[in-house]
Structures are given as C-alpha cells and as structure tokens.
C-alpha cells in the first residue's frame, strides 16, 4: 500500500502476490475465534427473543387483524431498505466498470442472505393484510368486478420477495464461483465438498470467464427491477393502502431512493468494520469509502428532494383529507420521529460530508452511516406503524388522526430480533464466502500501478474492456 507523496496526496495501491490475497483473505474465511462464536451466540440470542416476542403478540393478538402488527412491518421495510438493497453497490459499479468498487463489492452482495429473514417475517404479515377488496390498493381490485389480477395484493407480494430473495443469491453465487474454485484446492473436510460442488468445476477458461459476466450483468440488471418492484408493493401494500384517502404516487420512488442511501451506509458501517476485524486495511481504504461517501452525499440531498417533492403537495392542499395525512405521518403523534428523521437521515449528512476532510476519511463517513441507519430505521417506525394503526382501511377518506401507538415489550423483541437475524446470516456467511473478492481483487492488482508525475505519484489504471 502506498500512501501519500509529497505534497499529502493520497494514493491507494494493493501490493501482494495472488499466493497472498488467497492466503490472507481465505485464511480469515475459514479460521474462527472465541469473539466470533460470542458474537454468534449472543445475535442468535437476540433472534430468538424476537422470535419469542412474535409468539408472544401473535397469542395475544392474532393474526386476524393488521392493527398489531405495524411494528414488524417496520422491520421488515428496514431489512428490506438496508439489507436487501446493499448488493446495489456491487451492482452499479461493476456495470460502470470502476475499480474501486473491487474490494467491497463481496460485502455487499452477501447482505443478500438475509432475503431469507424477510421470507420468514412476510408470512404472518402477509396472513394479517387485509384483503385488497373494495379498498384503494395499486391493484385496481373490487367486490363488483372479479378483480385483477387475481390473487392480489397478496400473491404478488410474495412472488416479488421471493424472486428477489432468489436473484439476490444466484448473484451471490455466480461472482463467487471462482473464488469458490481457489478454496476447494485450500479447504479440507466439509468445506472442501461444498466448495467443489459450488465451483461447479471452475477451471477459468476464456468461455468461462465470458458467461460470468455476461451472467453477472443479467443477474444484476434483474435484482435492480426485483428491487425497485418490492419496494414499490412493499410501500404500497403495507403502508399507503391501509390509509384511506392517500394517493402518493413519489412514495415508492422516496422509499427506493431511501433504499440507495442507505445501501451506500450499510456497506460503508461493513466495511469499517471488516477492515478492523479482519486486519483488512490493505485492501479496504480511503479509497474506497471516500467513493461511497460522495454516493452517499448525493443520494442524501436526492432523498431531501423526493421527501420534499410529496410533502409540498399535501402542505399547500389543505383539505380536510391532506391536514389529517400531515397530522397522522408529520406533525401528529409521530412528530418527534420525523424530525429526528430529517436530522439523521439529511441534516447529519449534509454538514458533514460537505466538508472535503471529512468526505475524504474512513470516520467521517462510517458516522454518517450509522446516522443514516438510525435515521432510516425511525422513518419505517414512522410510515408503517402510523399506517397500521387506521382501523377501517375500507373507508374513502381519512377522518380522524389515531393516537400514536407506543410499542409494547413485544413489538421492541420483534423489532431487535429481525435487526439482529439479519446480522446473524450476515455473520455466518462471511465465514463460508470469501468476504473479499480474491478474483477481482487479483485482477484489479493487474490493472493498476503507481507512476510518478514529477513528484506527484499518481495511480494509472488500465481499462481493457
């Protein structure tokens, strides 16, 4: 690695053999310790609280109405926001060609495991939706028609989620085969038998190498509309449709630009800490996070936007209708969340990634991305919780403003455990998955050298596609 000139300029530059990116990144793959099995244990724990906190509500509660159930809603928009849509920056940049990305890109599309934990909770949300009948949904379904499409709003919620869950893997896979086929010839026991038969006998010929990433760029094409498609019915279905009267046709957009920013603070807050966790800081940089901070700037200011472009319709109507949707998501019961929204999620962002110093370092980002994280998790307590909380989703209009509803024991193990589940599959992984992408890390070594220009050390990177 070489860091700095002589005038302070910043230059990034792996220097290993290919014998030592495998030897380095596998060697941590496949070697656990006691805090890893701690950190293991103690997330499973938490998970099954959360468990025990849906056995809890639901014997309680039931399933039979929505009206408990806006809390594990939230949680599974927040996963859904975070997690799932964090392989969105492998996505891009490897279509974009940018190198930078090469070291990241494995961190980010391994979130993709926790799709598993959004099948799982989509289940008894599913079971408590209301049905789309004679109720302003995005389906156009009613009593007098026989409806279309048929199955709706249900069937296509789960059609999308799982077909999401499935990209989200396969894309896992297929930018994992060659690195699957370098630890066959490492590993011993179990872990060489699942290695070879997921390499799928990877030899790296020239027509292997072709089908990869022209199977990469489909795959990933694919999860970017599977993507944008759950967090359109997502916001739809579990949210605007239950309130009677909202007709807000930027919310699914705010919601996937949400989905953007906080992709970019997921993986930034990873990153941070695989690079400690891992002795991982020849290969994760400033580099690296600088890039995303300037992504995550960007997307932060788009959010503001999109937020602002719905708000100003309701703000400037002033119907009866549009007052009570301000009172119910903005300045009702829920008043104090938004605004801690717009503090984590804009305000934080802003005053500190505008500053060149701090955009260009490894801390300053990771606590934006914590910022943006806790931000985003109180907007979705915010949206759905407010959202579930209106008993007569078959009415017209919205006429009164329910109080907040404050959640109980059970609600906050449900949201912990979802959180904590998420993680939990995220921490498995990385200890089968390289966690580093030794196939681009090795290939962007070949593409990348440090020239001098007087005595400014420049990099100079070669493109040969």
């Known amino acids: 690695m070489h860091n700095g000139g002589p005038h302070g300029h910043h230059v990034d530059l792996l220097v290993r053999t290919s014998a030592e990116v495998n030897d380095e990144v596998l060697g941590w793959t496949m070697r656990t310790s006691p805090k890893y099995w701690l950190l293991v244990f103690a997330l ?46 492998a996505i891009a940049p490897r279509l974009a060609k ?62 999308t989620l799982i077909f999401l869950f499935i990209n989200g893997m396969g894309l896992l ?16 026991g179990w872990r060489r038998v699942w290695y070879a038969r997921l390499s799928l006998g990877w030899v790296g010929t020239k027509r292997q190498w072709r089908a990869l990433r022209a199977g990469l760029g489909v ?7 599977f993507l944008v498609f759950a967090h359109t019915v997502v916001s739809f279905d579990f949210s605007q449709s239950l ?121 300053g980002p990771t606590i934006v991305a914590v910022s943006i994280l806790t931000g985003a998790f109180f907007d979705k307590i915010r949206i759905y919780v407010s959202s579930y909380s209106i008993e007569d989703v078959n009415a017209h209009t919205l006429d009164y403003v329910p109080a907040g509803v404050t959640p109980e024991s059970a609600d906050i193990m449900m949201l912990m455990g979802v959180v904590s589940g998420a993680v939990l599959l995220f921490a498995l992984a990385v200890k089968f998955i390289p966690v580093i992408s030794l196939w681009e890390t090795r290939e962007g070594m070949l593409l990348q050298e440090i020239r001098p220009l007087k005595k400014l050390p420049l990099k100079v990177l070669a493109k040969p596609e």
């Open 44 to 89: 499973a724990g938490v998970t099954v609280l959360g468990f025990i906190g849906f056995i809890i509500k639901a014997g309680n509660d039931g399933l039979d109405s929505h009206l408990p159930w806006g809390y594990l809603a939230a949680g599974l928009a927040f996963v859904l926001t975070t997690s799932l849509s964090a392989p969105l920056v």
């Open 98 to 159: 940018a190198h930078w990305s090469r070291p990241i890109s494995r961190i980010a599309e391994i979130w993709s495991v926790s799709g598993l934990l959004v099948l799982l909770v989509m289940i008894p949300l599913l079971v408590s939706l209301p049905s789309a009948d004679d109720r302003n949904t995005m389906w156009f379904y009613n009593k007098i028609a026989e409806g279309w499409p048929p199955g709706a709003p249900h069937l296509y919620i789960a059609l």
């Open 173 to 188: 896979w297929a930018s994992a085969i060659p690195d699957f086929a370098t630890a066959r010839e490492d590993a011993s």
């Open 219 to 225: 795959l990933g094409a694919f999860y970017f509309m």
């Open 243 to 363: 309130v009677p009267g909202q007709r807000d046709s930027i919310l699914p957009t705010w919601q996937a630009l949400g989905g953007i920013q906080s992709a970019l603070a997921l993986v930034i807050l990873s990153a941070f800490v695989i690079r400690a966790a891992g002795g991982f800081k020849d290969y994760i940089g400033v580099n690296q996070i600088w890039s995303m901070a300037k992504l995550m700037l960007a997307s932060s200011l788009l959010w503001m936007y999109f937020w602002w472009s719905g708000f100003i319709v309701l703000w400037y109507g002033k119907t009866p209708l549009q007052q009570n949707l301000l009172q119910l998501m903005w300045f009702g019961p829920y008043r104090t969340i938004f605004i801690m929204t717009l503090i984590m999620s804009f305000a934080v962002p802003l005053l500190i990634l505008m500053w060149n110093g701090a955009r260009k370092s490894i801390l």
